[in-house]
């Protein structure tokens, strides 16, 4: 009985994952690390668009083009604007204390936000961004109220407005309209967030290109391993009774 | 060459007591032939111990013990050493399944009755070295530097500042500093790799020499050395080597898939076995939403939020309860008097100190209440397969408890939460508390000559 109390509850543990974050609902996303394309497309909206603001100071561009297949004269010479060596960390161009002075606060670190905010709530963040006259930058975002980062990929998404509705006294967001239409469409700059997203899961932990198959391939090794021990003990065992 | 092995092994043996220790202790060390796979967990708690140590040492190799490099050094040692992901996650993964293992090696011991005689000491080595688990996991999970390791120590240490008189000394004097900082990584640092350690391997041993004198109990919590052959061996025990080396090989090699597939697959276990907040480094500032410990600390996390104002009023009614019950079973007049005694100056401090002081008093004695239970249990079988409904019953509800304790230890402490965890808080002491009564009323069966299969 107690046993049986004690199994169903572990069993349930992973299913009870602790959530973060607010109760707003974050969109699924389809990450894909085997999608080498992908996240080579991520990788260059990434460095491209963020970091002039973000640091992502724990990963080497060598190392990201190792993993991605970029290779390092490509690397070097396309996407190396923020740093001299291609074995430096990948930090943002605009020193922390303008940052501060621009922004009221320095642009988080990214390197390991899909770690601790999860993918799902990045991509939808990245695709939350409205207009909003009221706030110091015109910008403000439904998953993060009053953020204080512009949007930045303004020029592709377009604008878009977001519509409250009364929801027992509290103001909730109900749904986006589209003012103006940017140089994507909408599929286009939701498949571009989707590589993004990609990519940064990539970037938060490079080890997830290979732990799974390693994984793998000891589970096998042990599985071997525990037939044979199976069998030892058995035999050793015929003569207890 | 089997000779020159043989005559080696005799010039050691005349120096030191190789056969004698092997003998004592695997080849002729008779343990019962009837145990179940609760009684892995021993060995797989000693399996953990060495991963734990092998790992530490050499995550210890590329850690940095400063504040303002901890942080940036695991996630060095997660992309940049070779390996190092794998080692810190058999770290993390290790740290989680050593309370798993753990756990599951008491809750045997709970339902077997592994701590009555003559195992006391046993029973309370285990606790010393549990408690020194706690201390251990507790110092090594400030040391990634995380939001969660920065506000979780903080809010721990800060709990010896409840203590009268010297607690802001106290608190002040552990983390080396008004709050958390460089002082307290350093000192924590010096403690979980070195002197911890140390202490734990240690306590290990003492377990095991405590073990091998008094000799395994078993599932039927019958003495097998009161039933000896002529030969004088017990006729129900088997020698260690071979039997139990091979059955504990097969079983280390399936905790091992399981640890793999975590270790691999899912190292996070969802927030679980690593938190989510722990992805961004301490910040002084930025007070995570939820300060939470990680899953094997909640069940006493719960008990210290729970102790409120509301539970002091409880407490006051358990207390007049227990000592009631206690007068009128004592016959001895001196312990009616005592009784009546300690029952007065529980509820004079019950008055006098705060709320806050009363929630570490319950959390550590959630934990003190273990050492007790060789004298509570006053059953005359061990084994809960010759115990009555009243103990299975009892364990049954103090098992719910400790889970639901756990759980809500994870959640915010709403009215509603606090309100389950003061009735989880309850029903987990009165376990202990009226365990003399329930073990010495319930109907057992009578014990079998030898052991059952
Ligand atoms: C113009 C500078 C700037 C650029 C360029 C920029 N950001 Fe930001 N970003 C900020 C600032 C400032 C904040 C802090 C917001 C706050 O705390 O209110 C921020 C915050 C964020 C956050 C929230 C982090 C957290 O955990 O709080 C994410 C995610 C983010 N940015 C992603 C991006 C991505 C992806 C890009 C590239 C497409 C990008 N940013 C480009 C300035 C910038
Ligand atoms: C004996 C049981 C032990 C337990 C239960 C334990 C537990 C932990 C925990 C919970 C963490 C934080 C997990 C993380 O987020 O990485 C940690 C980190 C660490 N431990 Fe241990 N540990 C043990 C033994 C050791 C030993 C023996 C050493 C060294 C000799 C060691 C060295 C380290 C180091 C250097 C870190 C920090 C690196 C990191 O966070 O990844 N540990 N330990």
Redesign the interface.
């Given at each position: 009985?107690?046993k049986k109390?004690?199994i169903v509850?572990l069993l349930s543990?992973?299913?009870?994952?602790?959530a973060?974050?607010n109760n707003l609902k974050l969109d699924s996303v389809d990450i894909d690390l085997s999608d080498k394309a992908s996240l080579q497309r991520g990788a260059r909206t990434f460095i491209n668009y963020c970091l002039s603001c973000h640091s992502a100071?724990?990963?080497?561009y060598n190392?990201m083009g190792k993993d991605l297949g970029i290779s390092d004269e490509l690397v070097s010479g396309n996407l190396l604007f923020a740093a001299d060596k291609i074995g430096d960390l990948m930090k943002a161009v605009m020193p922390a204390e303008d940052a501060k002075k621009a922004f009221g606060t320095v642009p988080p670190?990214l390197?390991?936000v899909t770690?601790?905010?999860?993918p799902e709530w990045f991509y939808t963040y990245m695709r939350s961004f409205y207009r909003d006259e009221s706030s110091a930058s015109g910008w403000n975002n439904v998953v993060f109220p009053d953020v204080a980062m512009p949007h930045v990929l303004y020029s592709w998404q377009g604008e878009q407005r977001a519509i409250f509705k009364e929801h027992e006294g509290r103001r909730v967001f109900d749904r986006f309209e589209v003012g103006s239409s940017g140089s994507m469409s909408e599929e286009v700059y939701t498949d571009t967030m989707r590589d993004l997203t990609n990519f940064m899961v990539y970037l938060?932990?490079?080890?997830k290109l290979v732990?799974?198959r390693?994984?793998?391939y000891?589970?096998i090794f042990?599985?071997i391993?525990?037939f044979v021990?199976?069998l030892?003990?058995k035999e050793?065992?015929k003569d207890?009774h | 060459m089997q000779k020159l092995l043989e005559q080696s092994l005799d010039w050691v043996d005349a120096r030191y007591p190789v056969k004698k220790v092997w003998d004592e202790h695997l080849a002729k060390y008779y343990a019962p032939k009837n145990f179940n796979f609760l009684y892995y967990f021993g060995s797989l708690a000693l399996v953990i111990l060495v991963i734990q140590i092998v790992s530490g040492i050499f995550l210890t190799m590329h850690y940095k013990p400063d504040a303002n490099m901890a942080f940036a050094s695991v996630e060095y040692i997660m992309r940049d050493v070779e390996w190092g992901w794998l080692i810190r996650y058999m770290h993390s993964t290790g740290a989680s399944f050593f309370f798993i293992v753990v756990y599951m090696h008491m809750y045997r011991g709970l339902i077997y009755g592994s701590y009555r005689g003559p195992r006391e000491l046993l029973w309370i080595v285990g606790m010393v070295i549990f408690v020194t688990l706690m201390a251990e996991a507790f110092m090594g999970y400030l040391l990634p530097w995380g939001n969660m390791s920065y506000w979780g120590a903080q809010v721990i240490i800060s709990l010896f500042g409840a203590i009268p008189f010297i607690g802001d000394w106290l608190a002040e004097f552990i983390r080396g500093d008004f709050v958390i900082a460089d002082a307290t990584l350093n000192r924590f640092f010096a403690l979980h790799v070195a002197a911890l350690p140390l202490v734990l391997v240690g306590l290990v041993f003492a377990h095991l020499v405590a073990l091998h004198k008094v000799g395994s109990n078993n599932p039927d919590g019958i003495e097998i050395k009161q039933n000896k052959g002529p030969d004088g061996i017990p006729v129900d025990g088997i020698p260690f080597h071979p039997y139990y080396t091979v059955k504990d090989i097969m079983a280390t090699v399936f905790f091992l898939i399981l640890f793999a597939a975590v270790m691999f697959f899912v190292p996070e276990l969802g927030g679980w076995f690593l938190e989510h907040d722990n992805f961004m480094p301490a910040n002084v500032l930025q007070t995570p939403p939820e300060i939470v410990p990680l899953w094997y600390f909640t069940p006493y996390y719960s008990i210290l939020r729970a102790t409120t104002t509301d539970m002091i009023y409880v407490l006051y009614g358990v207390t007049v309860a227990m000592a009631i019950l206690t007068v009128i079973s004592v016959k001895d007049i001196r312990a009616k008097g005592a009784t009546v005694v300690v029952a007065a100056v529980v509820l004079v401090a019950l008055n006098i100190l705060q709320p806050k002081l009363w929630g570490v008093i319950l959390m550590g004695s959630s934990l003190m209440v273990f050492f007790g239970l060789p004298w509570l249990d006053r059953s005359p079988v061990k084994s809960i397969r010759y115990r009555g409904w009243m103990f299975k019953t009892a364990l049954t509800i103090f098992i719910v408890s400790f889970f639901v304790l756990g759980f809500l230890g994870t959640q915010p402490a709403t009215g509603l939460n606090t309100r389950i965890a003061m009735v989880g808080t309850v029903l987990y002491f009165l376990f202990f508390l009226l365990m003399p009564w329930y073990t010495t009323f319930d109907k057992t069966k009578p014990l079998p000559e030898r052991v059952t299969e």
């Open positions: 009985m107690i109390i004690i509850l543990v992973p299913a009870l994952g602790l973060a974050g100071g724990y990963m080497r190392r670190d390197t390991l770690r601790s905010r999860g938060g932990e490079p080890a732990r799974y390693i994984g793998t000891v589970i042990l599985l391993f525990l021990a199976y030892l003990k050793f065992w207890v | -």
